[in-house]
C-alpha cells in the first residue's frame, strides 16, 4: 500500500469515526509516519485503540482547542481531551511558529491522550529546520526507584536535529530498558529475561517473564532512568497544568474516562544559527565522525540514532507498506461509515 | 569551614591566578555550590586542574567574553577560552534574562571548557523560578553502541524544576551507568566489576576492572544513553559552533590547548504558567505521591532526584564543609598571591 493510499484510508477511518476532516488527516499523518518509520506499533494500528475509545466517549472527537498566549514564547494548548495526534500536531505548530519568530517556543498540553510515537513530531519539525526536545507523560508502568508500586509512566522522550539536504539526526525512546512486548514475546518462547529488565511485584530484580509482567519495567540507568521519567513528566504533566503521575487515567482500565495527558514541545529554530549549508556541513562530518568508529563485529557498523528508522522510512516511501490484515480491515470497516 | 569562608577563599585563589575579580567570583560561587551539595569532585578541589591550566595558558584568564543576539530568545555565546564556570555563568544569566522577557530564553556557548557540575546551574535558575535544561559536551570516552573506540562524550545533562518554598527536583546525571572512579576504586579493592558498566579495548563488555579501563564507558540503557549523549553533543557541542565528538581536546593529554567545549541552556519561567501557590501546591502533591510509594526495603523510603543533595546542602551551609587539606593548601597558596 502506497504512503498516499494509507494516508487517505486511515484519515477516511477517522472521519468515519466522526472525527473532523482536518483533524482526520492530522492523526492519519501522525499514525502513518509511525508505519512508514517501521514502528507499527505506533502507527495506523493504534486506530483499535483509538476508535474503541472514541466510540465509548472516552475522547473528544470534536474537541475545541484552547490557544493561551502565556508568554510570547510559550503556548498553553488545552486539547479539550481530543486524539492525541490533534493536540500534539496543533501543540507542534504553535510552538513552530513562535519558534519561527522568536527563536525558540514551547508548547505545554494537556487535556490530551495517547499521541502517537514521537519520532514523526520531530520530523515534521526537522524537515522545516527546526531541532526539537518532545516529551509526553503516561499510564503508569514504572515504580520508582526503590518502590513497589507503579507511581510514573514509561515517559517517551525525543529530540530531532536537522541536516539540511540529508538525513536528520532522530531520538525517540521509552526510559524503560525494554518495552513490555518484549517481556511478553519472552513468556511466550519459554524463555527467562535478564535481570535489568523488570522487577516483581516486590521490587526485587527478576528473570522470571511471568512475574516481571505481574511487577514493574525497570527505568534505563536505574536512578538515573528513573529520574529522567520523572522529569518528562514534570515538564509535560505538571507545568503543563495535566494530569501526572498516578492521577493520570489509565486507559485500559478506565477506557470512558479522560485521561488529561500532558505533552512539551521545545522548538530551537536553527536557521538563526546559521546557513542551511553550515549546518550541513557539521551534520556530514558529525555523522562520519560517528561512522568511521571501528566496529566491534566488522559487520555491524556504527549507526546513528533514527538511522535504521530513516532507511525504512525511505524504502517505505518508494516501495509502500505492509500493514496487517487485520488493521487493514479496521480501517476499512470505519472508513465505509464515512 | 563556612560557605562565607569557602566562597572567599576560593575567588581569592582564583584572583591570585590571574582572574578578575567578578569572575573569580562566579567560578568560586559553581564550585562551592558543588561542594555544598556533596560532590566534591565537582567542587573547589577542581582548582588543581583549572589552575595548571590557567598557569600554563590552556584557559584564557581574561576572557573576552561575546554575546551575540541571533534571535530574541537565543543568546549565542562566545566563552573565549574561558574558564567554564564563567562563561557557564554569563550564558545562564543571559538565558534567564530572554526567559524573563519571553517566556523561554535559549544560550547556546563556544569557546569554554570544564563548567563543573550541573547541578549548580539548575539551582540558581530554581531560585529565580526558572525550570531548565541544561547541557554540555566533554572530552571523549564513550564508545558508540557497536564500536570500539572513545568517540562521543559522558555529556553531562541536568534538569531543574522549582518549587516556591520547598525543595526544587534537580537531576544532574552523566550518561554513563559508572564514572571512572568507581572502576578505579573496583581495581584497587580488586574486586570484579558487573559487566554492564565498561567494554575492554575491543568494545567486548568486561569484569575486569582493568580492561575497562583501558577501554570504554558504557553508556546508560544501551544505546538508548549512546542516543542521549550524542544529543547532547549536538545541541551543546554542534549547534552551538563549538567543537564536538572527537574534535574535542583532551584536557589531560593536551593541557595547552584550548578545549573548545559548547553548553546549552534552556531556561522557562515558571511565573508565566500559574502562581507560585499553584506551582508549589503542585510539587509538594507530585514529591508527596513519590514518598508515599511502598518500599521494596522498608529503611529506605523512595527518593526524588537530587533530593539526597539538597540534604546535604541545606546542612553545609548551616554546618559548613569539610574540603580536604591538600586542596585547602592549594587554595591557600594560589589566595597568597592575590
Redesign the interface.
Known sequence: MTEAELQALTARAFQGLGVRARDAEDTARILVLGDLFGHATHGVSRVESYGERLELGGINRAPLIRVED?????A?VDGDNGLGPVVGTRALNEAMARAR??????A?ARGSNHFGAIAPYCWLAAQEGF?S?IGSNSTTTI???????A??GNSPLG?G?PHPGGRP?I?D?ALS?VARARIRAALTRGEAIPD?WA?DR???PTTDPKAALEGFLLP?????????A??VD??AG??S?AS???HVKSWSEDPGAAQDLGHFF?L???A???SSEWLAQ??VD?AA??HD?????PG??????GEIELERFERHRQEGVQVETRVLGILERYAARA
Open positions: 502565556v508568554a510570547p514564547a510559550i498553553r519568530h522568536l527563536g525558540v517556543g514551547l505545554l531541532a526536545i515504580a520508582p526507584t526503590g518502590g513497589r508500586e507511581r510514573l529530540f536535529i539526526v531520538l525512546m530498558v535489568t522487577t516486590e521490587g526485587r534505563i540507568g536505574g536512578y538515573k532512568g528513573y529520574g529522567l520523572l522529569i514534570l515538564f505538571l507545568l497544568g501526572y503521575l498516578t521545545i530551537i529554530d536553527t538563526r544559527l546559521g557539521r551534520m558529525f565522525i560517528l568508529t571501528p566496529a566491534t563485529d555491524k557498523p556504527v549507526r546513528l540514532p
